[in-house]
């Protein structure tokens, strides 16, 4: 099917003069312009009262956390006991039909906050794993019709988060994480800049969960397959202090140790970066997923965000999973990012709206690999997402164009587009019954406290 969306209040592209129609053709952009004329293969979307952006693309995820929010017992606590009494508690009772339910839940917040691409860091696997989590993923995010970028976890250690050390899961061997991943790569992985599905080799934590053996085993599987690579880095504190006490250097040398830098590279958090990591990523060209809601609620820290931009890092943005964060909305990250680096560093300036947006979209997808998404412009895919403005709480907004990021959550999506295909149609998220999926996700939390209580 092809569409002509027209009579946008604002459209956010670098096309001059301004835009307030947009042709789309076969999945692509095929054409911005003002006034144009509908084909009779294309189905007219009223875009009156609402600004198009390029949809969002979370770089950072984990879906399996959209059903452990607010857990009374991780409400309070830093990373480490927030790992052992929060994910690493419930991720063994975890079923496949409840990962399904969870990747449903997780993937309708972002789509409902205008996001076309979810990297989701999936680390739900252990000696006796079956493919099974992990399929209930990919299904979910092919049935609503999303950009899918599987980050591969893995673990071959214990490690040192107490977490992993309870006893109630067993790492895999190297052996088995090669084989499976290379499993989950024939059999789900796409190439190309407007890839559907995409798989990531993503060890869960750099420093805690591998050996050095096992990570540079991982990084040259990667850039064998063409693989990019993702893992945790620098959250808390901790990691410095590990890295220096068991391979005698800092955290960003390990990665380097490992050769685990490199512009095929993007780390989750960076909050701990002092100078010398800043410049090392930079000069590697290693991105950031950049977390800052759950690295609020976790306490970890602000990552000096705009040091690196200012240093040439690709910033991105992540919700991380929502046991930390209790949101998944792309919306509320850009929003926080807007405001946090205003307050962290004691300027008005350091944000700007545009930039914000830019680490959402473009930002992002072209540290994923999909450089034919993440902008409106003619020729690329079309992955568009309508906010509606014309609502009472927007409707006082002097910046239309950068309402939904200024006024924040809740935000109204009424159309959104991945390839040229509505997820989104009237306000409503497709393929998706609110009602059923609730029922379902209470069901599941239920049987799952059951199993852990
Ligand atoms: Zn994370």
Same mark, same amino acid.
């Given at each position: 099917m092809n569409y002509l969306i027209t009579n946008a209040r604002a459209v956010l592209t670098?096309?001059?003069?301004?835009?307030?129609d947009i042709r789309i053709r076969d999945g692509l952009i095929a054409e911005l312009g003002q006034n144009l004329q509908a084909a009779p293969d294309e189905d007219i979307i009223d875009a009156t009262g609402c600004v198009a952006w390029p949809g969002m693309v979370n770089t950072?995820?984990?879906?399996?956390?959209s059903v452990l929010k607010g857990i009374p017992e991780g409400l309070?606590?830093?990373l480490d006991d927030w790992l052992a009494s929060v994910p690493y508690r419930f991720w063994p009772s975890i079923t496949p039909d409840l990962m399904y339910y969870a990747a449903r839940l997780g993937l309708y917040e972002l789509l409902r906050s205008g996001a076309t691409t979810c990297a989701d860091h999936h680390?739900?696997?252990?000696?006796?794993?079956?493919t099974e989590v992990e399929d209930a993923v990919w299904q979910a995010a092919d049935e609503l019709g999303i950009r899918l970028v599987l980050c591969r976890g893995s673990a071959t250690t214990k490690g040192s988060h107490r977490g992993l050390q309870s006893g109630l899961i067993q790492p895999e061997t190297l052996g088995q994480v090669i084989e499976r991943m290379d499993h989950t790569r024939v059999r789900y992985h796409q190439t190309g800049g407007n890839a559907m599905r995409k798989l990531v080799v993503a060890p869960?934590?750099?420093?805690?969960?591998?050996?050095p053996d096992d990570l540079r085993a991982c990084a040259d599987y990667a850039r064998a397959n063409n693989l990019k690579m993702h893992s945790h880095l620098l959250e808390v504190e901790f990691d410095e202090i590990q890295a220096k006490r068991k391979? %005698?250097?800092s955290a960003i040398d390990y990665a380097e140790h490992c050769?685990?830098?490199?512009? +095929?590279v993007w780390y989750a958090h960076?909050?701990?970066?002092d100078d010398y990591a800043v410049k090392k990523l930079a000069e590697t060209g290693t991105g950031i997923a950049h977390c800052p809601t759950s690295n609020c609620r976790l306490g970890s820290g602000i990552a000096p965000a705009i040091a690196m931009q200012e240093a040439g890092i690709n910033i991105t943005l992540g919700v991380d999973g929502s046991a930390s964060a209790e949101s998944g909305s792309m919306i509320q990250e850009a929003n926080m990012s807007w405001l946090i680096h205003r307050a962290a560093n004691k300027n008005?300036?350091?944000?700007?709206a545009g930039q914000m947006i830019r680490w959402a979209s473009k930002n992002g997808a072209d540290l994923l690999g999909l450089?034919?998404?993440?902008e409106i412009r003619?020729?690329?895919?079309?992955?568009i997402v309508l906010y509606d403005i014309d609502r009472p709480r927007l409707? %006082?907004?002097?910046?239309p164009l950068y309402a939904p990021l200024l006024c924040g959550?809740?935000? +109204?999506?009424?159309y959104s587009f991945v390839q040229g295909k509505p997820v989104v149609s009237k306000g409503v998220v497709n393929h998706l019954d609110e009602d059923e999926l609730v029922a379902r996700v209470k069901e599941g939390v239920a049987d799952l406290l059951k199993k852990v209580s």
């Open positions: 670098d096309s001059t003069p301004p835009v307030t950072h995820h984990h879906l399996a956390q309070n606590h830093g680390y739900l696997y252990h000696a006796g794993s079956s869960t934590s750099l420093v805690h969960s591998s050996t391979y %005698g250097m050769h685990w830098l490199g512009d +095929d960076l909050v701990w970066c008005p300036a350091a944000t700007s450089n034919q998404t993440g003619t020729g690329m895919a079309a992955d409707s %006082g907004v002097h910046s959550e809740p935000v +109204d999506v009424k």
